[in-house]
T-cell receptor, first 112, second 116 residues
Framework: DVKVTQSSRYLVKRTGEKVFLECVQD?????MFWYRQDPGLGLRLIYFSYDVKMKEKGDIPEGYSVSREKKERFSLILESASTNQTSMYLCASSTRGAIEQFFGPGTRLTVL | AQKITQTQPGMFVQEKEAVTLDCTYD???????LFWYKQPSSGEMIFLIY??????QNATEGRYSLNFQKARKSANLVISASQLGDSAMYFCAMREGPEGYQKVTFGTGTKLQVIP
């Protein structure tokens, strides 16, 4: 079974803190994604990566950065967390040419 | 314009009945794909079904079928014989570009509740 894991299910941070959300997949997938999910807005793509050290902006990259130093790990970084970044964050991965993306369980981040 | 529109924020269905969840899409790309994902209360997104724009037949996967009407730009999900475990959020999504291109746009979702 494909396994995508995220470092935390729930996270509470303060405004201005630097926040790291970690995602690890165990199926040697080339592609990895970070989404945020908000009620009434569905899922929106923040960043994605097609390979190690490669990244591309999604639809809402402002306020976020990413890092992919190893194939299995994709990190989302909030340089200075703000209250409007309170959300559910979902990581996904897929193999090149695949149809399906495999999702992790999500991290619910609250910024106070 | 919204690329994916799901007009039903919430729906109820009686157990064992069939239910249709609506999805319309907007694209000018001749090559695209349409997906449905399920998100139970646990939060994890589960892939259900896929339809490519060039596929001649409607996709089916067990109790799930995708009613693809290209001219109307609709890709409704039909769940037959609903079960209590079908209660979840359902998201329609679209890939624009050739198969294998991975950037996907999601709709806002429909919350389905199955009543015993």
């Amino acid at each position: 079974d494909v396994k995508v894991t995220q470092s935390s299910r729930y996270l509470v941070k303060r405004t201005g803190e630097k926040v790291f959300l970690e995602c690890v997949q165990d199926m040697d997938h080339e592609n990895m994604f970070w989404y945020r999910q908000d009620p009434g807005l569905g899922l929106r793509l923040i960043y994605f990566s097609y390979d190690v050290k490669m990244k591309e902006k999604g639809d809402i990259p402002e306020g976020y950065s990413v890092s992919r130093e190893k194939k299995e790990r994709f990190s989302l970084i909030l340089e200075s967390a703000s209250t409007n970044q309170t959300s559910m964050y979902l990581c996904a991965s897929s193999t090149r040419g695949a149809i399906e993306q495999f999702f992790g369980p999500g991290t619910r981040l609250t910024v106070l | 314009a919204q690329k994916i529109t799901q007009t039903q924020p919430g729906m109820f269905v009686q157990e064992k009945e069939a239910v249709t969840l609506d999805c319309t899409y907007d694209t000018s790309d001749p090559s695209y794909g349409l997906f449905w994902y399920k998100q139970p209360s646990s939060g994890e997104m589960i892939f259900l079904i896929y339809q490519g724009s060039y596929d001649q037949q409607n996709a089916t996967e067990g109790r799930y079928s995708l009613n693809f009407q290209k001219a109307r730009k609709s890709a409704n999900l039909v769940i037959s014989a609903s079960q209590l475990g079908d209660s979840a959020m359902y998201f329609c999504a679209m890939r624009e570009g050739p198969e294998g291109y991975q950037k996907v746009t999601f709709g806002t979702g429909t919350k389905l509740q199955v009543i015993p």
